[in-house]
């Protein structure tokens, strides 16, 4: 399970957590997205507010939960991030993706210590 996977809900209102998002709550986003997609319900990229609602329903009916549309569009935010994180590494030179164990891996292992002092120097900018 990757790091990005266990992060948790939040709820707007008071911040309480609320649980983590799970492999078959991936799935069924990606599943319904992929089928507002091919109903023509995203415009350049962007879902329609329409289709966001239709997904919270659908998402909170079949996985029992009492998500808000906020929580799917973060989640689906965060997805695209660690998609983007993924591809960025297996096009790296020396680098490729192992599709037995689902990640990017290095040439050798000191490129693995050169993108973790990147990640650390971009965080700290973002951070301060």
Same mark, same amino acid.
């Given at each position: 399970?990757?790091?990005?996977?266990? @992060?948790?809900?939040?709820?707007?209102?008071?911040?309480?957590? $609320?649980?983590?998002?799970?492999?078959?709550?991936? !799935?069924? @986003?990606?599943? @319904?997205? /992929?089928?507002?997609?091919?109903?023509?319900?995203? /415009?350049?990229? /962007?879902?329609?507010?329409?289709?966001?609602?239709? $997904?919270? !329903?659908?998402?909170? +009916?079949?996985?029992?939960?009492?998500?808000?549309?906020? %929580?799917? #569009?973060?989640?689906?935010? /965060? @997805?695209?991030?660690?998609? %983007?994180? +993924?591809?960025?590494?297996?096009? #790296?030179?020396?680098?490729?993706?192992?599709?037995?164990? #689902?990640?990017?891996?290095?040439?050798? !292992?000191?490129?693995?210590?050169?993108? $973790?002092?990147?990640? !650390?120097?971009?965080?700290?900018?973002?951070?301060?």
């Amino acid at each position: 399970m990757s790091k990005m996977s266990q @992060l948790p809900l939040r709820m707007a209102s008071n911040k309480n957590r $609320i649980g983590n998002w799970t492999n078959p709550m991936d !799935a069924c @986003l990606v599943g @319904l997205l /992929v089928d507002q997609f091919q109903q023509g319900n995203c /415009v350049k990229g /962007v879902f329609q507010n329409s289709s966001w609602k239709t $997904i919270t !329903a659908t998402l909170n +009916y079949r996985m029992a939960m009492t998500l808000e549309m906020s %929580h799917c #569009k973060n989640r689906w935010k /965060v @997805l695209k991030q660690t998609y %983007h994180l +993924y591809q960025e590494l297996s096009n #790296k030179t020396g680098w490729g993706w192992d599709d037995a164990r #689902k990640m990017a891996v290095p040439g050798d !292992a000191q490129d693995w210590d050169r993108v $973790i002092s990147v990640c !650390a120097v971009e965080d700290s900018l973002v951070l301060s």
